[in-house]
């Protein structure tokens, strides 16, 4: 069966970078692109940026460009999200989804990032 | 700036009929937006129930559908159960990248 499964919880400082893992199973990984995809706390979804897991492609939500990156190691079947300059505001469930054909389907549990001094 | 737009909220009664819509505010929705639909629940991940405009997901109940309406991509639910309170998205696709509205929490009472 398909799954997703994210790293762990992180708590980070204001001006740190944060690196989410999502490790997939139960699919040919590099036939898929993976979404990521954030919730600030009582908020609603944020899309953040795609990537194609085959040839690395990466489209970024306008607002975090510069400071996003997506990449996929096909050989383990895990896909990374990186934020750097981490602000209040990013505090957030971080999710990562399969998302191929204009069809976004399974999902990671989420990982919890909390950004504090 | 694309936003998308859903009803804040709306209150349903067990077993009738409730219909979301999910509107853009750059002109009528299409199916060239890839409409997707999306149900969560208090500490849950969200779960996929839509996509493209009609398509379910293999586990989706038959009492979800989807649909274009007006100019807008809805999402109706027939024969509400009690299950189905939750907080519903919609998401579409402007040229490869995504955008969520800012979701409908439904109530069933």
């Known amino acids: 069966q398909v799954q997703l499964v994210q790293s762990g919880a992180e708590v980070k400082k204001p001006g740190a970078s944060v690196k989410v893992s999502c490790k997939a199973s139960g699919y040919t990984f590099s036939k898929y692109g993976v979404s990521w995809v954030r919730q600030a706390p009582g908020q609603g979804l944020e899309w953040m940026g795609w990537?194609?897991?085959?040839?690395?492609?990466?489209v970024y939500a306008q607002n975090l460009q510069g400071r996003v990156t997506m990449t996929t190691d096909t050989s383990t079947s895990a896909a990374y999200m990186e934020l750097r300059g981490l602000r209040s505001d990013d505090a957030a469930i971080y999710y990562c989804?399969?998302?191929?054909?204009?069809?976004?389907?399974?999902w990671g549990q989420g990982t919890l990032v909390t950004v504090s001094s | 700036q694309t936003v998308v737009t859903q009803e804040p909220s709306l209150t349903v009664s067990p077993g009738g009929t409730v219909t979301l819509t999910c509107a853009c505010n750059?002109?009528?929705?299409?199916?060239?937006?890839?409409p997707n639909w999306f149900q969560q629940k208090p500490g849950q991940a969200p779960r996929a129930l839509i996509y493209?405009?009609?398509n379910k997901q293999s586990w989706t109940p038959a009492r979800f559908s989807g649909s274009l309406l007006g100019g807008k991509a809805a999402l109706t639910l027939s024969g509400v159960q009690p299950e189905d309170e939750a907080e519903y998205y919609c998401l579409l696709n402007y040229g490869g990248a995504w955008v969520f509205g800012g979701g409908t929490k439904l109530t069933v009472l």
């Open positions: 989804a399969r998302d191929i054909d204009h069809d976004v389907d399974y």
């Open positions: 750059t002109g009528a929705v299409t199916s060239n937006y890839y």
């Open positions: 493209s405009t009609t």
């Open positions: 990537i194609n897991a085959y040839n690395g492609h990466a």
